[in-house]
């Protein structure tokens, strides 16, 4: 039973194309986030999402926008992709809190 | 901003060794936590230190907190082959999102 979950695990895709990154967790944790990873292995943290309230990293362009259907998925959209966008994309979740966070296993993106 | 920095970069040593990597950070903090993250996968959580907390063990492992010096320490006693990956140190500032570093590679020969 896999905890945290995205789907999918590679895209390619071309410059100016709009994609989805979806993450679904069945922790029944009430907090959920969204991480860049470079090629570097530096990892970013870009939102995080608790019970409708949303805390976005500053750095992140507006082209990149979470969307919370439910407390168990949190889907990152991202709009008029660029070549700066590659990179592997970590959704995690946990409870609110002084807690350990669980990750899936990444999103590769490549855009080209 | 980045917030952990891991010290080394990399390290290589034999099974049965014990790998160190510390950490240092730059504010104040609610906890700390330590990742592993295999070539290609995703991050798994090793071990989570409160802000009040020295030292906590968890199997092999072991994490110290000076919270006076903004440093961490992860020990891996007895390491195996299995243990090669990379780790990161990460800072909880107290809303609930991670702040990481750039991780340190460790290499476990056989």
């Known amino acids: 039973d896999t905890a945290v979950s995205q789907t999918p695990k590679y895209l390619v895709t071309q410059m100016g194309n709009d994609k989805s990154i979806k993450c679904e967790q069945n922790?029944?944790?009430?907090?959920m986030y969204w991480y860049k990873q470079d090629s570097k292995k530096f990892l970013k943290i870009m939102f995080s999402y608790n019970n409708k309230e949303l805390i976005i990293n500053e750095t992140v362009p507006n082209r990149f926008s979470p969307k919370s259907p439910d407390k168990a998925h949190l889907n990152l959209h991202i709009n008029s992709l660029e070549l700066g966008d590659s990179a592997v994309y970590f959704c995690?979740?946990?409870?609110?809190?002084?807690?350990?966070?669980?990750f899936g296993p990444g999103t590769r993106l490549t855009v080209t | 901003s980045q917030q952990g920095e891991e010290d080394p970069q990399a390290l290589s040593i034999q099974e049965g060794e014990n790998a160190t990597m510390n950490c240092s950070y730059k504010t104040s903090i609610n906890n700390l936590q330590w990742y592993r993250q295999n070539s290609g996968r995703g991050l798994v959580h090793l071990i989570l230190i409160r802000s009040n907390e020295r030292e906590k063990h968890s199997g092999r492992l072991r994490v110290t907190l000076d919270t006076s010096k903004k440093s961490s320490s992860l020990l891996i006693t007895a390491s195996r082959a299995a243990d090669t990956a990379s780790y990161f140190c990460a800072t909880d500032e107290g809303y609930s999102t991670l702040t990481f570093g750039k991780g340190t590679m460790l290499l476990v020969s056989p």
């Open positions: 995690a979740s946990s409870l609110r809190g002084n807690y350990e966070q669980y």
């Open positions: 922790l029944g944790h009430d907090t």
